[in-house]
């Protein structure tokens, strides 16, 4: 059974950088199959897909935060982070990682999400 | 921008009730990659419905998906407690690559 668990600071000063990680157990991230995404979603709001990382390191970014986000993998750990840059309490959100298999097109495997809040 | 809006906002229902979700794109979406999500509350999204119209493993038949192009439906025939939840519509495809509709929360009357 695939498994995803994010990690990182719940707690991020304003202007300062979000970083997480998400580990991935269970399977490979090496495999071809999957898009390794972050996905975000503010307090009683909606779902926002931030980028994906692929096993090569390409990677896909939402136009709408592109430029302050960086996806990184790294293989020999099996796992993959989040950096966003420049952050405002409008990024106070939970954070999900989750697998995208890019053949049957679904989110099917997501980790439990960490509630990160910006704030002095 | 594909935009999927999501209608009603609120669904109020009973148990053993019909359940109709409505779920519309402002771009053509492939059916292939539309997808339905429950989330409970403190919980990650589960999938339900892939492909538009196909249960994921564990899913029961009184789930269903239809629709094509636009217009996209979940309907669930007959309500169980455990169902009431919010559900997301996502499609995949369409800039920016992936978009998720704002929710419809299936609340208990």
């Known amino acids: 059974q695939v498994q995803l668990q994010e990690s990182g600071p719940g707690l991020v000063k304003p202007s300062q950088t979000l970083s997480l990680t998400c580990a991935v157990s269970?399977?490979?991230?090496?495999?071809?199959?999957?898009?390794w995404s972050w996905i975000r979603q503010p307090p009683g709001k909606g779902l926002e897909w931030i980028g994906y990382?692929?096993?090569?390191?390409?990677?896909y970014y939402n136009p709408s935060l592109e430029g302050r986000i960086t996806i990184s993998v790294d293989t020999s750990k099996n796992q993959f982070s989040l950096r966003l840059n420049s952050v405002t309490a409008a990024d106070t959100a939970v954070y999900f990682c989750?697998?995208?298999?890019?053949?049957?097109?679904?989110?099917?495997?997501w980790g439990q999400g960490t509630l990160v809040t910006v704030s002095s | 921008e594909n935009v999927l809006t999501q209608s009603p906002g609120t669904l109020s229902l009973s148990p053993g009730e019909r359940a109709t979700l409505s779920c519309r794109a402002s771009?053509?979406?492939?059916?292939?990659?539309l997808t339905w999500y429950q989330q409970k509350p403190g919980q990650a999204p589960r999938l339900v419905i892939y492909?538009?119209?196909s249960r994921a493993t564990g899913i029961p038949d009184r789930f269903s998906g239809s629709g094509s192009g636009t217009d996209f439906t979940l309907t669930i025939s007959r309500l169980e407690p455990e169902d009431f939840a919010v559900y997301f519509c996502?499609?995949?495809?369409?800039?920016?690559?992936?978009?998720f509709g704002q929710g419809t929360k299936l609340e208990i009357k």
């Open positions: 996502q499609q995949y495809g369409s800039s920016p690559m992936f978009s």
């Open positions: 771009q053509s979406v492939s059916s292939s990659f």
């Open positions: 989750a697998r995208f298999d890019w053949v049957s097109g679904y989110f099917q495997y």
């Open positions: 492909g538009a119209s």
């Open positions: 269970g399977g490979s991230i090496s495999s071809g199959d999957y898009y």
């Open positions: 990382i692929y096993y090569n390191g390409d990677t």
